[in-house]
């Protein structure tokens, strides 16, 4: 992984043994990250849990943060002794980590230092945690021990509450690197040793010596206890705890970080009282500007924040002893902040709803005068439309959608003026983490689109990290965002609920002209079909049977399409529907007859004799019999002829089944203008239309349309042959359900 120094403190969040949520980690990356999936499969339960996480809030979502023990301060630190430091400032994680295990010697003191003034250094953080990893892991496994200190990898279980973060922290090692991977493969080698119920005490003594040599613990007992205010069972799915000392989990002390832990990003609670965070900021901002201004720095004339901002009477207390000019001076500089602050707050949170609403609001923060402070709203906020500021709104006149984006807008406002207030505290580079679940929500159509741009823009620029559960098609298909899937597992399956749609998927959709939203219908059957006119025709015949039987129509615009869905196995990975092929000209009974006798073959283990059964049964007399050879062959190959279905209708294109004269009306069948194209292709093969279609656009300048399918198809019962396949789609469903 290189220098840890290099990368963020965060690396990701785990699904350590939540009963809703596993599978794949979920890596922290700076940009979009999309997690989507229908309604009860966990987004908004895993927005939850990272949110609890990075906050050292234990929830009733069981995900914990993986993070990097890395010291990234360049200057000195001056740490108080562990027993007199304030629990209310945020530590650097590493810090944090050292301090807990530090023993009393590694603090340094000068001559005539007190005991509080010890100075923890830098260097003595690295060499504190990379003592405790060395002394977990032991010797005997040296690439184990060197792969574990380049990573500095700590599973951080929240333990605590809002007002009290806390953390129980394990030293991991990633299952995915190769001297892990070879440990793990030596544990359950050992594993497989384990002695039978009749064996003497000395060979029992020798298998428990041999577990007791790896630092890893049994994989039978790889659950371990949180504490917190709620005990819960946690099981890391991407890591491995280590600890050469012991063989049971339930004895492992993890490491307790109480208090709150600087990770190297801010969290952004976009979802807090608005008028509160102004009413907060405020205070901060005056108190912190009286302070570096003009120098109240004595216990009696400093002012610690908390003031209420709607009631100036503590500030009167507090100055009562200044001399009138000083305090004069004081009130002046203080209504100058204000001022500026109401006009910074008001033009951020007016550009920032323009950026999100399609019909903007123009947002003013008002400002009662000090005099009347004490007696109405302090701060107010109103808005009005940009068209017209005849009418003017507080935050519960405006629709639930406006109020939702402007409490979010207030709450970006605050935290960007505070860090733009607040450099000596908040680096230029540090990330700041967006939560938002479903930001679509009460939005419609054309505004979530307007919303969706405006994130992606917010997200283009550094340094932010934004997590979004949502549903909406326009984040989904942006090639600019992290897709990370959530499917329901069927209860006690263990297959994977969240898994990433990484690059080569997306490739693999694009190829088959399909987006990541294509995915999100969660059908029970995918019907891929060859073009737009099956689409059309299926449509108008069955739409509400498709809808009713959770069939959803993909185009794959031609038959050379069909073979990568296997190829790919994308669509077989991001969803559970089973998958049907309709193609035209063949015969639908003999294909039946053929994939059911090759599914046998493959059942009995005979792969080539499922392969040759194919090859003979469905003879190669056109380009769609190719596709469809092709498509079966490799689905045997990659084991997933369960999960397909060949169907075919026997005439030659799908146009054949509605009345020929409503395309040519001169023509008496179908019949006819094939045989007359075919005649041409014959005699002028060069100056011939080569295909069917194309070739009748041109010679009877007919346009193949929606419109005029659908005209065609108008005052028309569904003929036989697709009536047969809507059942068998059905059938298919069912069984699916």
Same mark, same amino acid.
Request: glycine residues 6%; negative net charge; without cysteine.
């Given at each position: ?40 499969t ?41 027993w ?22 590694d ?9 509080s ?47 009290a ?25 050992v ?5 039978d ?13 041999k ?20 005990r ?32 190297g ?7 807090h ?7 907060d ?6 108190a ?27 500030i ?9 000019e ?11 902040a204000?001022?500026? @602050?109401? #006009?910074?707050l008001?033009? =951020?949170?007016? $550009? *920032?709803?323009?950026? %999100?609403? +399609? /019909?903007? !609001? ?5 400002v ?9 709203? @302090?701060? #107010?906020?109103?808005?009005? =439309?940009?068209? $017209? *500021?005849?009418?003017? %709104?507080? +935050? /519960?006149? !405006? ?34 983490v967006? !939560? ?63 898994r ?22 969660w ?30 129509v ?18 077989f ?56 050879r ?7 190959k ?86 047969r ?13």
């Amino acid at each position: 992984m290189g220098d840890p120094s290099a990368e963020h403190v965060i690396v990701g969040f785990d699904f350590s043994g939540d009963p809703m949520l596993r599978g794949e980690r979920l890596t922290f990356e700076e940009g979009l990250t999309v997690l989507y999936g229908l309604n009860g499969t966990g987004k908004s339960r895993l927005i939850r849990g990272i949110r609890g996480a990075l906050l050292g809030v234990q929830t009733d979502v069981n995900v914990s943060l993986l993070a990097r023990a890395v010291v990234t301060q360049e200057a000195g630190l001056f740490i108080p002794a562990p027993w007199r430091r304030q629990r209310d400032d945020a530590r650097p994680f590493a810090l944090a980590l050292a301090q807990e295990l530090a023993d009393p010697s590694d603090y340094r003191a000068a001559p005539g230092q007190r005991s509080s003034e010890r100075e923890f250094s830098p260097e003595t953080v690295e060499a504190v945690v990379i003592r405790h990893i060395e002394a977990m892991v032991g010797w005997e496994y040296p690439e184990l021990r060197a792969e574990v200190l380049d990573d500095r990898l700590f599973v951080l279980a929240p333990t605590g509450t809002e007002g009290a973060p806390s953390w129980d922290a394990y030293a991991v090692a990633d299952r995915s690197r190769p001297a892990a991977e070879a440990v793990l493969q030596q544990l359950r080698q050992v594993e497989e040793t384990y002695p039978d119920d009749d064996t003497d005490d000395d060979e029992f003594d020798a298998y428990v010596e041999k577990l007791r040599a790896i630092p890893f613990f049994a994989t039978g007992g790889d659950v371990f206890i949180a504490r917190g205010h709620r005990r819960v069972r946690v099981q890391p799915s991407s890591v491995e705890l280590y600890n050469i000392t012991m063989t049971d989990l339930l004895y492992e002390s993890p490491v307790n970080l109480e208090g709150p832990i600087d990770f190297g990003v801010d969290v952004l609670t976009l979802e807090h009282d608005a008028v509160d965070a102004t009413h907060d900021h405020f205070a901060r901002l005056v108190a912190g500007a009286l302070n570096d201004k003009l120098g109240f720095d004595g216990d009696e004339d400093s002012f610690d924040g908390t003031f209420s901002f709607g009631n100036p009477e503590y500030i009167r207390n507090l100055w009562h002893r200044l001399a009138d000019e000083r305090r004069k001076n004081a009130i002046e500089f203080i209504e100058q902040a204000i001022d500026a @602050a109401a #006009e910074q707050l008001s033009e =951020r949170v007016t $550009t *920032a709803l323009q950026d %999100v609403l +399609l /019909d903007a !609001l123009v947002a003013r923060l008002e400002v009662a005068p000090s005099a009347l402070r004490a007696s109405m709203p @302090a701060l #107010e906020w109103r808005f009005h =439309r940009a068209s $017209t *500021a005849r009418v003017q %709104v507080g +935050l /519960d006149g !405006l629709s639930k959608a406006e109020r939702l984006w402007a409490e979010r807008s207030i709450n970006e406002a605050v935290y960007w003026h505070r860090r733009e207030h607040d450099a000596s505290k908040l680096l230029s580079l540090r990330p700041a983490v967006y !939560l938002l679940d479903e930001p679509e929500s009460a939005l419609h159509r054309a505004a979530e689109a307007f919303m969706a741009r405006s994130l992606l823009a917010r997200a283009k620029d550094a340094p932010r990290a934004l997590i979004v559960a949502t549903h909406s098609p326009e984040l989904l298909d942006t090639t600019e965002a992290r897709l990370v899937e959530l499917r329901h597992d069927g209860g006690d399956n263990r297959t994977p609920t969240v898994r990433r749609l990484d690059f080569a998927d997306r490739q693999a959709l694009d190829a088959l002209g399909l987006t990541p939203s294509d995915l999100l219908r969660w059908p029970r059957v995918l019907l891929l079909v060859e073009g737009m006119h099956d689409e059309v025709l299926l449509d108008h015949y069955f739409a509400d049977r498709l809808r009713a039987a959770r069939v959803d129509v993909l185009v794959l615009r031609g038959g050379t399409k069909l073979h990568p869905t296997v190829d790919s196995k994308v669509l077989f990975d991001h969803t559970e529907a089973h998958v049907v092929a309709l193609m035209d000209n063949e015969n639908a009974e003999t294909l039946t007859a053929t994939w059911a006798k090759a599914q046998v073959a493959a059942a009995q283990g005979n792969k080539q004799a499922a392969i040759d059964t194919v090859l003979h049964g469905i003879p190669l007399t056109s380009s769609e019999s190719g596709f469809l050879r092709e498509w079966l062959q490799a689905a045997l190959k990659r084991d997933l002829d369960s999960r397909i279905t060949p169907y075919a209708l026997e005439a030659a294109d799908i146009i054949d089944y509605l009345p020929v004269t409503a395309f040519v009306p001169q023509a008496e069948s179908w019949a006819e203008l094939h045989a007359q194209h075919q005649a041409e292709r014959e005699s002028a093969p060069t100056k011939t239309v080569k295909r069917f279609k194309p070739w009748l656009q041109q010679k009877f300048q007919f346009r193949f349309t929606e419109e005029t399918l659908r005209a065609a198809a108008e005052g028309t019962t569904a003929p036989a042959e697709f009536e047969r396949f809507m059942k068998t789609l059905e059938s298919i469903s069912a069984a699916r359900g």
